[in-house]
């Protein structure tokens, strides 16, 4: 593979990966890399993260380290980049000793301008020793919120990552995450001890994502209904426990499913096995528990299933954008009952996190409840947790689709903000209830708040009712919880438009969903184009020759051409391969590999 001569950022993007044009602030942050400040990079999956950083590695020259935490996820960037014509590489330990040594060659001659490791790895004193005789161009930290605390996936082993700045001194790091809130984000840049970051938040929105959720009923019943939705389609489903992902993988191929139970019990060749099947097939079902996911590089997964209620909306956000990272349709569809509620609360209770961690994590739980049971738009909900305000419906989620039935709860919701103002806006939602129920506890005495106007004046409604009220005014924006408060619940400017009666406050009553009320084909068309009958036909001819080459080279199918790209093909129907090189996704390399036999069928359909 001989080293690339293109040094622009926007020659390297047409040439190499083969698109014509920078997304959205892409161009912006690689720049920023270029001339060697450090940065900060929270970019919705699928929004082109990696080019942040590979780009700017080609252009600046020398090699690029990359930092990522999972070894199924840096060989599948590093397979499509040499794809691509890159020369890149990874450590870790599946390398065989001679291949391990051929990496160390190539490193040590500079002829590799990315080069791939994890965190433990990276911070050995054999590595360090390696790459302090070398000239490295800049350092990317790809799944950044893996550092943080507040993040839902936090790694001890990233801790040692913020040493980067004392031994690489003046070299530009770059940390990317598609999820992290404002509290994850201060937490990413003290810890990795960034200097002076430029901070790009480029959005949360994935409108190609519809959210379906339900309440729990009768959950295989459920499951199956669903998937009558995605017949021949890629999906993962995400269960609690191992248990649970064996039984529901057994059941489904029992109804005629191609899936398979993946889980962090399995033995290491087996869940290698499932993860290569997923990612070549482009009909399966991967049952499985948090353990998969984060490794997944797979354009075309269609949906994303939830049995149980994730640990938080971070890890519902970072699950969910598993789908549709090509930007044509998925789905995110998740039941979700009080047995989760219970689960998740004796999971934080049992971990051995500080009484800090433990709070913020019940108030990032209780915000995912909020979104479950909001009346209004769900992604109106979901934006504003990441602080992305809009006061635009989606209709492009259940609640958009197919309003639920809601009743005036406006007296309700007076009641419980006269009592968050009553009580010095200072306790959380479990206290305020007891007020309003009246009950007599110490707290309540301490306090003095049996004395307090609104104590006792809620018994039409149960605790229950009252929690999910004030979730509800929490998830509608008519107040909000203070996790750096100790989860009190405090007032706002909308707050007192209910109190002054200046609107109304409608409450959510619990509802079945029926596919026949949130059928995708709405929403089919979205982000693609779509076919007439004769270019259809030769889309799925251009599948099937993907898929022959996918196999002759040992590679997943989209790592040769996403669907967007076959799809682009079987309309603009390129003759010679300066037409073909303007296909978005045909690079160089790619044109010069497999671009005749794409032209061949082309130009015999």
């Known amino acids: 593979m001989t080293q690339l001569t293109a040094k622009n950022p926007e020659q390297i993007l047409h040439s190499v ?32 993260k990696s080019l942040c950083f590979q780009i700017p590695a080609l252009a600046l020259g020398s090699t690029a380290l990359v930092i990522s935490p999972l070894i ?4 599948d960037q590093v397979t499509a980049l040499q794809e691509n ?9 599946t390398l065989s000793s001679n291949q391990f040594q051929k990496v160390i060659k190539d490193l040590l001659a500079g002829e590799l301008d990315l080069l791939y490791l994890a ?3 990276l911070m050995q004193e054999g590595t360090i020793n390696l790459l302090s005789n070398l000239s490295v161009s800049l350092i990317a930290i790809d799944e950044a919120h893996c550092v943080s605390q507040w993040g839902h996936d936090f790694r001890p082993e990233y801790l040692q990552l913020n040493e980067l700045s004392r031994l690489f001194p003046g070299i530009p790091r770059i940390a990317l995450t598609a999820t992290a809130d404002p509290l994850t984000q201060r937490d990413i840049c003290q810890r990795l001890d960034l200097s002076q970051p430029e901070i790009f938040i480029c959005g949360f929105d994935r409108p190609n994502i519809r959210y379906l959720i339900e309440e729990r009923d009768n959950p295989r019943k459920q499951i199956l209904s669903f998937l009558n939705n995605h017949i021949c389609e890629c999906g993962i489903i995400y269960c609690s426990t191992r248990k649970e992902t064996e039984e529901l993988a057994s059941f489904l191929h029992s109804k005629g499913y191609n899936c398979a139970a993946y889980h962090a019990g399995l033995k290491n060749d087996l869940r290698s096995e499932i993860l290569a099947r997923f990612q070549a097939s482009e009909a399966m079902i991967v049952v499985a528990t948090i353990a998969f996911g984060m490794g997944v590089d797979k354009p075309d997964v269609r949906f994303v299933a939830h049995m ?34 219970i689960l998740q609360q004796k999971f934080i209770d049992a971990s051995d996190g500080s009484e800090d961690f433990k709070r913020v994590s019940r108030e990032k739980l209780s915000a995912l409840l909020a979104f479950c049971e909001t009346a209004t738009c769900r992604r109106q909900v979901l934006l504003r947790y990441f602080a992305q305000n809009t006061d635009t419906k989606c209709n492009n989620c259940d609640t958009c689709i197919t309003p639920p039935e809601t009743f005036d709860g406006t007296i309700h919701a007076q009641k419980a903000l006269s009592n968050i103002y009553r009580t010095g806006e200072s306790f959380g939602v479990s206290h305020l209830v007891d007020v309003l129920l009246g009950r007599d506890n110490d707290k309540i005495r301490k306090f003095r708040h049996e004395k307090v106007s609104t104590y006792g004046i809620g018994t039409e409604l149960d605790e229950q009712q009252w929690k999910t009220l004030y979730r509800q005014l929490a998830a509608a924006g008519f107040c909000y919880i203070d996790a750096e408060r100790f989860n009190a619940v405090r007032l706002n400017q909308k707050s007192y438009k209910i109190l002054r009666n200046e609107t109304t406050f409608h409450t959510r009553r619990l509802r079945k969903l029926t596919r026949k009320n949130t059928n995708k084909s709405s929403n089919a068309t979205e982000g693609t184009e779509q076919l007439n009958p004769e270019d259809s036909r030769l889309f799925q001819k251009l599948r099937a020759l993907r898929k022959s080459l996918s196999e002759e080279h040992n590679i997943a199918p989209y790592m040769i051409f996403h669907d967007s790209t076959l799809r682009e093909m079987s309309i603009k129907r390129p003759g010679n391969n300066r037409q073909l090189l303007e296909i978005n996704g ?20």
Request: glycine residues 14%; proline residues 4%; charged residues 25%.
């Open 72 to 75: 199924a996820l840096m060989q």
């Open 586 to 605: 045909v690079g160089d390399t790619k044109a010069k590999r497999y671009g005749q036999q794409f032209l061949e069928l082309v130009s015999n359909s």
């Open 17 to 48: 990966f083969g698109y014509t044009g920078f997304r959205g602030r892409q161009q912006e942050i690689i720049e920023t890399v270029i001339r060697g400040a450090d940065s900060l990079v929270v970019m919705p999956t699928g929004g082109g």
């Open 308 to 341: 149980n209620l994730p640990r938080s909306i971070e890890a519902y956000y970072q699950e969910t954008g598993r789908a549709g990272r090509d930007g044509n349709p998925a789905e995110a569809w998740m039941i979700y009952g009080l047995k989760d509620l």
């Open 85 to 93: 014509g890159v020369r890149a590489a990874f450590l870790n330990s």
């Open 119 to 121: 965190p433990e790895r």
